[in-house]
């Protein structure tokens, strides 16, 4: 047995995943449900936003298996992959492909969250940024891309599964523990109190800006006083 092992995701990354998981749950659970629980449907977009913007610097910033540079699924390495030639540590190729596509539908759901609108009582909190027939266009797109990612989500929870009964692949301990068991390789680097700091800041920036509390006050309604 190989007992070798090697550090691969930090702290940051793992916490991310899982709060991300959480948040999507409590969103999809929330959305569907509607009705009292749409404004706590819409603060958990507003958590997404700020984990989608850490997720963004940490693909930087973060350690050695992080980095968005280490899991470009680029067709080269896809092919590699798929003729069952990679040997790489961290994501593989179609494990990289999924990450960027949830990264990137998340990134159009919260965002058309933000101007979306539901004809009843709920507005998102930078509806008054736009006219409503647009905002009528970005709440149809919101609903629209809710279903493509659950359906992603769906497919991302068969290959873990897949990978940890065929392949004896187990995906979720390393992202639990932080540790990759028997292999040898370089292991995490990078990633320190100073990135993280960045990424914390800007992660409160995008949730600040997304929240609209920046927005000046509406005027106060008129109130027409009797002619008597």
């Given amino acids: 047995m190989n007992n070798q092992r090697i550090r691969l995701w930090d702290l940051p990354t793992r916490l991310f995943h899982w709060l991300l998981v959480l948040a999507v749950l409590a969103a999809v659970v929330s959305g569907q449900l509607g009705g009292s629980l749409i404004d706590l449907h819409g603060k958990i977009g507003l958590a997404i ?23 470009f699924p680029t067709p080269a390495k896809i092919r590699v992959y798929l003729k069952g030639e990679w040997r790489g540590l961290g994501h593989n190729p179609l494990g990289g492909l999924s990450v960027f596509s949830l990264i ?5 759901q919260v965002t058309s969250g933000l101007f979306s609108n539901d ?11 736009i006219d409503k027939s647009l ?24 290959a873990v ?8 692949d187990n995906l979720v301990k390393p992202m639990l523990t932080g540790w990759k068991e028997g292999v040898s390789g370089e292991p995490a680097s990078g990633g320190g109190i100073i990135a ?33």
């Fill in 49 to 71: 936003v700020g984990l989608i913007a850490f997720r963004l610097v940490w693909g930087f910033a973060g350690s050695t298996y992080s980095r968005f540079a280490q899991f």
């Fill in 104 to 108: 990137f539908l998340l990134t159009v």
């Fill in 119 to 129: 004809d009843i009582a709920f507005v998102g909190p930078l509806f008054d940024l």
């Fill in 135 to 158: 905002s009528d266009r970005l709440s149809g797109i919101h609903h629209l891309v809710s279903n493509v990612l659950i359906a992603l989500v769906v497919l991302h929870v068969i």
């Fill in 161 to 168: 599964a897949f990978h940890g009964h065929f392949k004896k």
């Fill in 196 to 228: 993280l700091v960045v990424a914390l800041v800007i992660a409160g920036l995008a949730v600040y800006g997304a929240s609209g509390a920046w927005l000046p006050e509406p005027p106060p309604a008129a109130v027409e006083t009797p002619s008597w």
